[in-house]
């Protein structure tokens, strides 16, 4: 977790000081078996140790995943939004991992030769003695002028030893001379916590003499879990210590409800030992959020060692949260649909208030539905492309290349637009998808129109807002982080036809035909194959309806969407919306104030489907189906089959949808549900014939899929 503020060159030396000391990999749900002791004669704490699991990201509810936030003081607050773990009872708690050295540590047996390796330096203080909260200066000595390396150094302070005691990592030095540095350091103002060989303690901010210490200055293999590479003594005067010794309150937290739904927003408040320092900040604890017992006293401080070489997971301030029920399924009855749009890209697409679908092929696309089917060539594509920065893929037929994203026109029935899978000189990662379009049947192809300032891979999708078609694009340069992401200041930019592509306007995008002003932003760049992709959720202003010039806020809750899933907002009324997301452990939100607030609504379990929260694979899919029953495929942990459910209104469980999908091996992929009017529509795709592709579309009558 990275705190506001922080610089690369921060994170780089973070990351770098966690390679040194060794991966440690924790436990999902550690059990933590020891106590902390204190530094005064107060007895072991009683109680049971604390329960430890890192919360599911989409229970993070602090923008750029920055939950925990710590003063120097050691004041700490914190958000997290209840988890869905199957629980009546959880244990909220702060969490950290400390890396220091064991008692059978052995010094690394590879090493990085250094330019400065036979160098060394020691230290002075600009004071003897300081105040709690004191900022003094640290004058580093040199024996060697310094290389250029070594002034590019980001080494560590150290507060009572860098073994055991407290860091302030990634320290900005001032060269006064080759042989000369000047660094600041803030003297504690509150108790800290200390480890040494797997023994961790909470040191009370009292009067003595520490050592103020350097280490990985001169960038040697293992450096930080090594002895200071110097060290001066400084003399603390502090009042009489008011936490952590005996008699006085140590670590504390309250949680702003005890009580609590799943999805809930919780904040915790309270004070916390200093676990470590960057740029003169604390650097916050995590969450812990874990299935607990209600019959249980948990101890307010306690660890458990990780690896042989020093690694020490620790928790704190655990506080106990009970879950009560909310809202159901069964609850909502029946659910009627006003209007509904997808997230991402769709290779397959109904055209509106018609039978008539759009399929993206392996040579070509097809149209279904009409009086007869169409067959849409794509060999101009390729040619279309020539001047742009982009090339069709070469994972891809080149010739009579298949697109990943198509829409057809409203009104004008020779008009089709497509995404294709592309690639900046067939280099990938990244795959962008290029926007093009047809006006005669794919006769022959265009790239659509580039607004001022930016890229053909900033395409985010296509849309459509009553008669009007929107390419929709990404602006991730010019962000502003007061409004969502992809937006120029809170406004989606786009190219716009309302004449079949004949002619565009640059434009920006508006509030949909019909229910509220809640529409997904452009998609951003796809990086699905190695990680996530993300698209914004963008709420309008209220009672807005206009089609465009929309100025876009963010909700209280959703404000993006893993793409990589597909999404599926629905529109149920003017003020109603429900948003099913395969990939969140809320799959189910809903919304009675036009997007501005959310909650959960339970779902029963599909039978066998035993992910953990956000973790579902991606070929997992829903769909809200016009006469209210929820649609979801799923594939089966641990095997490659993929299953149909449907759950009836009001219904309290699935039901298998049987001979729906054939038995799938790993060679078969199945698109994310559509649905058209009566029917539920997906494709696969077999690649088992010696990776030639087999496609197959489904436009099935839903009063036909009964279980």
Not at 115 to 140: E, H, M, R, Y
Not at 216 to 230: D, Q, V, Y
Not at 464 to 470: A, E, N, Q, S
Not at 683 to 707: P, R
Request: proline share 8%; hydrophobic share 35%.
């Amino acid at each position: 977790m990275f705190t506001f503020g922080e610089t690369a060159a921060v994170r780089t030396h973070r990351k770098r000081n966690i390679v040194l000391l060794g991966a440690v990999i924790v436990s999902a749900a550690i059990v933590l078996a020891s106590c902390a002791t204190t530094q005064n004669s107060s007895p072991p704490p009683k109680g049971t140790p604390a329960p430890t699991a890192d919360i599911p990201p989409s229970s993070v509810c602090g923008q750029d995943g920055d939950y925990v936030t710590q003063s120097l003081n050691g004041n700490f607050t914190a958000c997290f939004r209840v988890p869905s773990l199957n629980s009546s009872t959880l244990v909220a708690s702060l969490q950290a991992v400390f890396f220091s050295r064991s008692k059978s540590y052995h010094p690394p047996t590879t090493t990085i030769t250094s330019p400065d390796a036979g160098n060394s330096v020691s230290l002075t203080l600009g004071s003897k003695s300081a105040k709690p909260g004191q900022l003094i200066s640290v004058f580093g000595h040199l024996k060697e002028p310094a290389t250029k390396a070594l002034k590019q150094s980001i080494p560590s302070l150290c507060w009572d030893g860098c073994e055991a005691g407290l860091l302030d990592q990634a320290t900005q030095l001032h060269w006064l001379s080759p042989t000369l540095f000047r660094a600041k350091f803030k003297v504690p103002e509150t108790a800290w916590l200390t480890r040494k060989y797997g023994i961790v303690s909470v040191h009370p901010l009292i009067s003595g003499t520490y050592q103020v210490g350097i280490e990985c200055l001169f960038n040697i293999s293992g450096c930080a879990l090594r002895p200071a590479e110097a060290s001066a003594p400084l003399q603390l005067i502090a009042p009489n210590p008011q936490r952590c010794v005996s008699g006085k309150q140590c670590e504390t937290m309250t949680l702003s409800s005890t009580k609590a739904q799943v999805g809930d927003k919780i904040i915790m408040k309270g004070w916390a030992p200093l676990q470590s320092l960057i740029g003169r900040s604390a650097i916050s604890y995590s969450i812990s959020v874990a299935a607990g017992s209600p019959h249980r006293t948990y101890r307010n401080l306690s660890y458990v060692p990780l690896s042989e070489n020093g690694g020490i997971s620790i928790i704190v301030t655990p506080r106990v949260l009970h879950v009560v029920p909310g809202t159901t399924w069964a609850d909502l009855g029946q659910v009627s649909t006003v209007s509904s749009t997808w997230s991402g890209f769709s290779a397959v697409t109904p055209k509106g208030n018609s039978n008539i679908v759009a399929w993206c092929q392996p040579l070509n696309l097809v149209v279904t539905g009409g009086a007869h089917r169409e067959s849409i060539p794509t060999s101009g594509v390729p040619a279309a492309l020539g001047g742009t920065s982009l090339t069709i893929f070469s994972g891809g037929n080149k010739t009579s290349p298949s697109c990943s994203d198509v829409l057809l026109d409203p009104k004008y029935s020779d008009s089709i637009y497509a995404g294709f899978s592309t690639a900046q000189n067939d280099s990938a990662p990244p795959i962008y998808i290029a926007p093009l379009y047809s006006t005669n049947d794919g006769a022959s192809w265009h790239t659509v129109p580039i607004p001022k300032g930016m890229t053909i891979e900033a395409f985010g999708g296509f849309t459509t807002i009553g008669d009007h078609v929107l390419a929709l694009f990404d602006d991730d340069v010019n962000e502003n982080r007061q409004f969502p992401s992809g937006t120029r200041d809170g406004y989606s930019v786009a190219e716009v036809t309302s004449n079949g592509g004949v002619t565009w306007t640059t434009s920006t995008q508006g509030c949909p035909s019909a229910g509220p002003c809640m529409s997904f932003g452009a998609n951003g760049v796809n990086y699905c194959n190695m990680s996530d992709s993300y698209q914004s959720l963008l709420l309008g202003p209220p009672g807005a309806t206009t089609a465009s010039g929309v100025r876009w806020t963010k909700s209280s809750w959703v404000t993006t969407v893993n793409s990589c899933f597909s999404q599926q907002l629905v529109a149920t009324s003017d003020h109603d919306l429900l948003l099913l997301d395969p990939s969140s452990q809320y799959s189910l939100l809903r919304s009675t104030t036009s997007g501005r607030t959310w909650s959960n609504v339970a779902l029963p379990l599909v039978p066998n489907m035993n992910y953990a929260p956000d973790s579902a694979p991606q070929g997992n899919s829903y769909a809200l189906a016009g006469d209210g029953s929820l649609f979801a495929v799923m594939q089966v942990p641990a095997t490659p089959r993929e299953d149909l459910y449907r759950l009836y209104p009001s219904a309290t469980s699935w039901c298998r949808v049987p001979g729906a999908i054939p038995a799938l091996t790993s060679n078969i992929t199945i698109s994310p549900l559509r649905v058209d009017g009566p029917n539920l529509l997906w494709s696969q795709i077999d690649y088992s014939n010696n990776g030639k592709e087999k496609f197959s579309m489904h436009d099935v009558a839903i009063v036909k899929l009964i279980c």
